[in-house]
């Protein structure tokens, strides 16, 4: 990454209130759910900004440049394997595949001034694991993330989810 797109941790941006997002997955497709405005600091980033070619799950505001504002990495918001306890013996536990995943999350993401777009990376449809490089999965203008939606999201039933960040 350039200088530009290389915020050091003295020159990360805060805000007062923070956007909380919920989305919801079926397989690797992403849309918003809901989202509210909260009078709170966000989480900083704790992570170098992602580079080309990086695995993983994070989000990223750019602003209306296209510069790296602020990122985060986010913690596997979409279950693509379970952990089950194994018939055999000798192995406690395993990951199972889960065959059509589906579910929600939530993100916190800072209202800064300079943010003029939200993207979503993770692994693509399709991928052979999980390590795979990480593509675009939603992208949304910041205006269209300011905008109050949906009350509380109602979890699907059969849908587990995942860790809140």
Same mark, same amino acid.
């Given at each position: @990454? *350039?200088?530009?797109?290389?915020?050091?941790?003295? #020159?990360? &941006? *805060?805000?007062? *209130?923070?956007?909380?997002?919920?989305?919801?997955?079926?397989?690797?497709?992403?849309?918003?759910? /809901? =989202?509210?405005?909260?009078? @709170?600091?966000?989480?900083?980033?704790?992570?170098?900004?992602? /580079?080309?070619?990086? =695995?993983?799950?994070?989000?990223?505001?750019?602003?209306?440049?296209?510069?790296? %504002?602020?990122?985060?990495?986010?913690?596997?918001?979409?279950?693509?394997?379970?952990? %089950?306890?194994?018939?055999?013996?000798?192995?406690? @536990?395993?990951?199972? &595949?889960?065959?059509?995943?589906?579910?929600?999350?939530?993100?916190?993401?800072?209202?800064? &001034?300079? #943010?003029?777009?939200?993207?979503?990376?993770? *692994?693509? =449809?399709?991928?052979?694991?999980? =390590?795979?490089?990480?593509?675009?999965?939603?992208?949304?203008?910041?205006?269209?993330?300011?905008?109050?939606?949906?009350?509380?999201?109602?979890?699907?039933?059969?849908?587990?989810?995942?860790?809140?960040?």
């Amino acid at each position: @990454m *350039t200088g530009k797109d290389s915020p050091t941790a003295a #020159a990360v &941006p *805060t805000a007062a *209130t923070t956007l909380r997002v919920t989305f919801a997955y079926r397989d690797r497709d992403v849309r918003l759910v /809901a =989202s509210r405005r909260v009078a @709170m600091i966000a989480p900083p980033p704790v992570t170098p900004p992602p /580079a080309h070619g990086q =695995s993983g799950y994070w989000f990223e505001l750019r602003g209306a440049a296209g510069e790296l %504002v602020f990122h985060r990495a986010l913690n596997a918001p979409i279950r693509v394997d379970v952990e %089950v306890f194994s018939d055999d013996a000798g192995q406690t @536990m395993k990951r199972v &595949p889960v065959p059509a995943p589906q579910g929600q999350f939530e993100v916190l993401v800072p209202d800064l &001034p300079d #943010a003029r777009t939200f993207h979503f990376f993770g *692994t693509p =449809s399709g991928a052979a694991s999980e =390590s795979a490089p990480s593509l675009e999965l939603f992208r949304i203008d910041v205006d269209e993330l300011r905008k109050p939606r949906g009350d509380a999201p109602t979890p699907d039933p059969g849908a587990r989810r995942s860790d809140r960040k």
